[in-house]
């Protein structure tokens, strides 16, 4: 006697709508069941077996199907619910962490976004100088300026001496370096 493997016997949609069915039953187990202390991942759990059970039925479209429109529309649902799915749980994972991270006592009074808002402005702070630091850097700055056009001044005055030296005369040239400094000056 002879045994033979029976996986051929049984065609693909059968055995996913097998699977459809095991799903469906464990969904609605863990759904009435809410086995975790937390109810947003219960709810994440319920979403992904939605996912689940949802693409494995719109698959079966897919599978020796000669409509390319339901095929389009299959794998579009497919490819909305599980990006819907994985977008919630990185929210949610995403959320807890920010609350951890904040760790404040009344955190679960606030809302998600003057939680968010609080986080993003410590963060910023980081980055912006204080009123000390800014009054430094404005200092340096003008300081620099400063040195930039004494260091000018004098470049011109030994310009012009140079040229008064040349033409013996006794007046001051006016060179173009001086008018320049004077309309840069008057800005």
Known sequence: MCIRDRSDIVDV?????TII???AIYYFLVSKAQPFADKTFNGLENMAF????LTIFFALYVK???????????YAVMAYVNLKFLLML????FVKTICQLMNHPAIKKIS????????????????????EEQERIKNTTEK???SKILARLQEIELKRKAV?????????AITPDIILLRRSTRT
């Open 64 to 74: 020796d199907n000669s409509i390319p429109a339901l095929n389009y529309v299959s």
């Open 144 to 146: 620099r300026r400063v």
């Open 164 to 172: 008064d030296a040349d033409s013996n005369s006794t007046q001051p």
């Open 13 to 17: 949609k059968t055995r996913a709508m």
């Open 112 to 131: 998600f976004l003057t939680a968010t808002t609080t986080l993003i402005k410590d963060e910023l702070q980081r980055f912006i100088p204080s009123p």
């Open 21 to 23: 069915i095991v799903l």
């Open 90 to 93: 990185f929210a949610y994972f």
């Open 50 to 53: 939605e996912s689940f059970i």
